[in-house]
């Protein structure tokens, strides 16, 4: 199964323009290196709304995995968790624990990270640090889960 992404990129300042987006491009990277096709991305402020809009768009073009990159720490502004679990059907608590296990390998400081995983309408949404670096490296700590998850998110439910 083809998995179609979204990349989204939560950031108050790259959506003033104020420094360039590197955590999209740096997961777009990703995404293709691992034979997803990347049909959708976006860039917007550290604001529920603009990312719940972001997050209904990407799924409306055909994406079956969304992932966001920003907005995950423990800075007042960062409402990313926030703003995906209002929408959302249920979370999915093993990749944020996998991620935040994973990365405190490496850095100490990933236990204030807040990524999470949570399925809105048929799709995954995966939510990963800011740091271009940390959000490649977290998607590695789970990417082996993502095409099935995906997969049943796909499925047509049959009836008895």
């Known amino acids: 199964m083809q998995i ?11 959506s003033k323009g104020l420094y360039d987006d ?3 491009p740096a997961l777009k990277e990703a995404a293709a290196g691992y034979g997803w096709k990347v049909l959708g991305e976006a860039l917007v402020p550290d604001e529920k709304r603009d990312i ?5 768009e990407s799924i409306n073009k ?10 995950t720490g423990v800075a007042l502004r960062d409402v990313t968790p926030e703003a995906v679990r209002e929408i959302a059907i249920r979370e999915l608590p093993g990749f944020g624990e996998v ?7 490496i850095t100490k400081n990933a ?14 949404v995966v939510c ?9 490296e977290c998607l590695g700590f789970v990417v082996g889960a993502i095409p099935h998850c995906v997969e049943v998110l796909q499925e047509v439910p049959t009836s008895c």
Not at 52 to 56: E, L, M, T, V, Y
Not at 99 to 105: A, L
């Open 22 to 24: 590197l955590g999209g």
């Open 128 to 136: 990963l640090p800011g740091k271009p670096s940390g959000a490649v």
């Open 4 to 14: 179609h992404v979204g990349v989204i990129t939560i950031s108050d300042r790259a």
């Open 62 to 71: 055909g994406c079956n995995l969304v992932l966001t990159t920003g907005g």
């Open 111 to 124: 236990i204030l990270s807040r990524n999470l995983a949570a399925v809105v309408e048929k799709a995954l």
């Open 52 to 56: 719940q809009r972001a997050i209904r």
């Open 99 to 105: 991620m935040r296990m994973e990365s405190m390998k």
